[in-house]
Nanobody
């Protein structure tokens, strides 16, 4: 079974950094796209970033460009989201999800992790 385990959330002051991890199992980690999403209280879920293994392409929401960096370590079957210069509006539960055809654009994220809470204090 495909499983994703998100971790690394926590409480941080504005301007600080966190690195989220998405550990994956149950599929071949050489043709995938993993996306990070977040959902703040009372708001809809939004896409934050995505990485495709097919060509290494990465995508970012405008709200996080220049502050967040997505990367992957295929040897560890793990995708990371490095979050710098955090703002209170980044507070949310962060989820990772996988598209097993390696697509970020037009992806079908069929499997999701359980989420990790990021809280940024002002």
């Amino acid at each position: 079974d495909v499983q994703l385990q998100a971790s690394g959330g926590g409480l941080v002051q504005a301007g600080g950094s966190l690195r989220l991890s998405c550990a994956a199992s149950g599929f071949t980690f050489d043709d995938y796209a993993i996306g990070w999403f977040r959902q703040a209280p009372g708001k809809e879920r939004e896409g934050v970033s995505c990485i495709s293994s097919s060509d290494g392409s990465t995508y970012y929401a405008d709200s996080v460009k220049g502050r967040f960096t997505i990367s992957s370590d295929n040897a560890k079957n793990t995708v990371y989201l490095q979050m710098n210069s955090l703002k209170p509006e980044d507070t949310a539960v962060y989820y990772c999800a996988v598209d097993l055809l390696g697509r970020c654009n037009g992806a079908d994220f069929g499997s999701w992790g359980q989420g990790t809470l990021v809280t940024v204090s002002s």
